[in-house]
Each structure stands twice: as structure tokens, then as C-alpha cells.
């Protein structure tokens, strides 16, 4: 999960429905809105484009009119993300909440070579960070037979994308020792880089914290760390 702030004011579509007898949350408004605001990915995994999407309530309204229709409980998610926080996840990590610090408080991490399951920490003890990180590892590794084959199709798509994001950083880093004069391709692959490391990126997360794991002091950190704020 990245930071991603909702667009305010609500939208007007939520106090009509709300009004109404079987009224919807789901209307063309509010579905433009979210897509909008979450960058078109599943707010939790962040596969982008996601086959899948639903409408979720942050906090589960469980019946009360206000919550399910409170444009600020309403977020953009995946149906595998969705089925796994359900009811059970209610104290986690909120991401359209700057103070939460949703972008340094988790490490996200996956070695492509061996395709290994995805490593998800955090050294704050806090129950909400915790229960966040045992969320997000049951997102991407799977707990269940299902959730697992699931997981593995996701994390297939994060594999493909981290390795594509590593060579980027690996032409960058060779053009510094094999042709330091050509600045306009190195200019090319640092917008690329950049590019990657934007909110609407597939797994951006997980490219931050590479980025993050650079030694202070090496191109690719004083580069690029001020993209992974």
C-alpha cells in the first residue's frame, strides 16, 4: 500500500442515494471517483487494472446507513484483496491518511530468482501496523487453497514488473561507468525509473523499498528516495 488521498468534496450522488429507500453506492459517480483517486488499481496489492473490483468499505458498515454511504469509507479494491480483509481486518493501516504513514511503515520485498513468496515486515510493533503486515502477507502469499493459486497469479504479475523495474536501474547505474557523457539517455532512464515509482504504477510499494534499500550515498538512492515520499 502507497499513500493515496481521496478527492474531496464527496460526491453529491452519495446524499441522493442515501436518501432513498434501496439506495446504491455504486453509482457511475462514485465508481469514476475511486478509480480516479486509486489510480485504477486495487488499493491493497496494487495490481493495476485489476480483472476484479470491488467497492469496499474500509470500516465493515455492518447495517449503519452512515458508513455505507461515507464517501471516506469507500475504497477501490480487488475481489481477492476484498474477500480476505472482509470483516476480519478492521484495524489496519489506512492508506488515504498521510498520518499513517502507510509508505514507510511496511518493508515489502520479493527475490524473482528463485520465485520465492513475498516478504512483508515492519519493525513498529503497533497492533494496527501488525495487523496490517499479517493481512498483507495472507494478500500475497495466500492462506487457503483458493487464496493461494490467487496469490500465486498475482505475485507472477509482481515478478514481472519488479524484474523489468531492476534492469531499468541496472542500465542506469552501467551508463554512469560505460558512457557518463550521454545525458540523454541517462535522462531517458531516469524518467523511467521515476515513472515506476509513481502512485500509478503496478506494485509501487515494492519499487519504493528497493529503491530505500540502496546504501546512503549511491546514485540510485540520492537519485530517485525523493520519489518514494
Known sequence: MIYLPKSQPAPQSLSIE?????GTYLTHEVLTRLKKDFRNKCYICEFKKPPTINVEHF???????DK???????????????????????NILNCTKKEHNVDTQIHYRIYPFPAMEAEI?????DSIVQDTV???????????DLKTIEAE???SKLIEEIV????????????????ANDETRKNDLKNSIIDQLK??????????CIIRDYRDGTPLKDDFISYCE
Open 18 to 22: 442515501k436518501s432513498k429507500a434501496s
Open 59 to 65: 470500516h465493515p458498515h455492518q447495517g449503519d446507513i
Open 68 to 90: 455505507k454511504f461515507d464517501w471516506d469509507n469507500l475504497f477501490y479494491s480487488c475481489a481477492h484483496c476484498n474477500n480476505i480483509k472482509l470483516a476480519k481486518y478492521d
Open 121 to 125: 515486515t515492519s519493525s513498529n510493533d
Open 134 to 144: 499479517e493481512f498483507l502477507l495472507k494478500v500475497y502469499n495466500g492462506h487457503t
Open 153 to 155: 497469479n498475482i505475485r
Open 164 to 179: 523489468s523495474f531492476q534492469e531499468l536501474l541496472f542500465k542506469y547505474i552501467s551508463l554512469d561507468v560505460i558512457d
Open 199 to 208: 502512485p500509478s504504477s503496478d506494485f509501487t510499494a515494492f519499487k519504493r
